[in-house]
């Protein structure tokens, strides 16, 4: 089993939708987490960072629910430019080097 | 702010050759980081470095050495290339103890070996 799973997709959907994406981690040791957006052939960028308070950038919103091991990233009223793979990271421990990328999740938003 | 730069940006290699990757950041972060990217599989972390002169294995660290004589400045070596190494590599950097702050990475390097 992966340490840290995401459906690859894609997902397809129209602009203005609202799409939801899901990430599962299996080290109960995680302490920290991330969102990140890879656009085709470019570097990986932060996105955003997961609370289990949740938290909101805009049309974005994170949430941590660490009893279910899960992590979501909501996007509304997608724009054509959300289009990208967005990448779920979970770092095990202090310091970055047992961070765990997922393979990451292809968003295509159409016109 | 440069941010997060590598050299080269592709590289063509035959088997048996060797290269040096660079990476340099101007953020003044504490650790840096070598991965691999292949399709279909997530970031894997092949060396780090959490301070000017020390150095550590990843996840994929065999056909690999990596030195950090300078505080900005990360080198990734390839002493014999090998085809399972054709990858794209990428460089990144954090905050000491990145917690919470998350990793900046620099445009990687396309790496083909034949």
Known sequence: RKEVEQDPGPFNVPEGATVAFNCTYSNSASQSFFWYRQDCRKEPKLLMSVYSSGNEDGRFTAQLNRASQYISLLIRDSKLSDSATYLCVVNIGTGGFKTIFGAGTRLFVKA | ?114
């Not at chain 2, 590289?11 to 691999?36: I, P």
């Not at chain 2, 990843?58 to 990858?87: C, H, I």
């Open chain 2, 1 to 114: 702010n440069a941010g997060v730069t590598q050299t080269p940006k592709f590289r063509v290699l035959k088997t048996g050759q060797s290269m040096t990757l660079l990476c340099a950041q101007d953020m003044n972060h504490e650790y840096m980081y070598w991965y691999r990217q292949d399709p279909g599989m997530g970031l894997r972390l092949i060396h780090y470095s959490v301070g000017e002169g020390t150095t550590a294995k990843g996840e994929v660290p065999d056909g690999y050495n990596v030195s950090r004589l300078k505080k900005q400045n990360f080198l990734l070596g390839l002493e014999s290339a090998a085809p399972s190494q054709t990858s794209v590599y990428f460089c990144a950097s954090s905050y000491s103890g990145s917690k919470g702050w998350g990793q900046f990475f620099g445009p990687g390097t396309r790496l083909t070996v034949l």
